[in-house]
Every structure is written in structure tokens, then in C-alpha cells.
């Protein structure tokens, strides 16, 4: 998911009332299961999980989860903490890629 001008302004500058801020973890679950990424970032009102991420040249971007909200149900015996599994799909060079993430999150 690209980001517009505007929804890049809302998330550098705190996010707007209807973004909720989260603690998030997410881990992809099959293939390399080393890579993980956490940190801060934001839920939006559609369910859209945003984190703020840098890439290997040093370079800032803005990475979207899909239907995170919908997909990720309460931990039992924990306040505000959720965690679910999402499924992205991707195009890369004419083929059509499928990655499935675990997701937890905390709200703030």
C-alpha cells in the first residue's frame, strides 16, 4: 500500500484523533523467520497497521499492514494487547507473491 502526501504529513507529524498508537512485533512465518520488526507505529481508522521503517541504505519509509485490527483478537488475561496472523500479497517481476506475518500489537 503507497502512502499519500497527506497520510505521510498525519504520521510525521503524530497522527491524527482517529489513529490509535500501538507497540507492535511482527514476524513473517514462513521463510526466513529471523526477520522481525517492532517499534511504534500507528493503527489507522481502517484497520491499517503503519510503521515507520528504515531501509538498509539508511533511507526512511512508511510500511503498511492491511486489515491488521480485523485479523488480531485480544490476548486472554491482557489489557489492550492483541495478536493474529495477516496475509500480504505482492507482485515482484510478473509473479504473484504471498507472505503471512504474525502480528502482535499494544495499544497506548
Given at each position: 500500500m503507497l502512502l499519500c502526501p497527506c497520510?505521510?504529513?498525519?504520521?510525521?507529524?503524530g497522527g491524527n484523533p482517529k489513529m490509535k498508537k500501538v507497540v507492535?512485533?511482527?514476524?513473517?512465518?514462513r521463510g526466513n523467520s529471523d526477520d522481525k520488526?517492532?517499534?511504534l507505529g500507528f493503527l489507522n481508522e481502517e484497520g491499517t497497521l503503519l510503521c515507520r521503517c528504515v531501509s538498509k541504505t539508511g533511507k526512511p519509509y512508511t510500511r503498511a499492514f492491511d486489515d491488521v485490527e480485523q485479523h488480531c483478537f485480544p490476548v486472554f488475561?491482557?489489557?489492550?494487547?492483541y495478536k493474529g496472523y495477516v496475509t500480504m500479497y505482492y507482485e515482484y517481476e510478473g509473479r504473484?507473491?504471498?507472505?503471512e506475518y504474525s502480528v502482535w500489537y499494544k495499544t497506548v
Open positions: 497520510q505521510k504529513a498525519k504520521i510525521k507529524n507492535y512485533s511482527i514476524k513473517k512465518v520488526i517492532s517499534g488475561g491482557k489489557e489492550n494487547e504473484d507473491i504471498e507472505a
